[in-house]
């Protein structure tokens, strides 16, 4: 059964600002999404914005916001078909469990300009 479905869109150009501010990306990232986008060199900013959008979709789903969740607890990454994943940790974890959803689905698109997110959490 479905428990929330999120949405977001991010203005790619948020994280080309983003990444002119010292320790702005470390503190909205986790460590290993960070390594895998910026090594895609310019597709860098377009990676970011898609995942930081991910992470503000997954507060949406849990209809409860990111309130006392650090944002780099929530990991977007790709399985090795390209498939995007959120990886939980921390109090994002806890959030999810407390609401009783316990799958998550992910997708993620982007162009030029804006990158969005879709985020459905399913209790099975």
Known sequence: MIFGIGVDVIRVRRMER???VP???ARYFHPEELSAAL??????????????????????ALGRGLSGIALKDIL???????KP??????AALEALKQSGAN?????????RDNAI?????ETV
Do not use: P
């Open 18 to 20: 983003w990444r002119n």
């Open 23 to 25: 320790g702005l990306l």
């Open 39 to 60: 090594s895609k060199g310019s597709g860098a900013d377009l990676s970011l914005a898609a995942r930081f959008a991910a992470k503000e979709a997954f507060g949406k």
């Open 76 to 82: 977007v990454v790709n399985r090795h078909n390209g």
């Open 85 to 90: 994943e959120i990886v939980l940790f921390g």
């Open 103 to 111: 799958k998550v689905h992910i997708s993620l698109t982007h162009e």
């Open 117 to 121: 997110a879709m985020v459905v959490l």
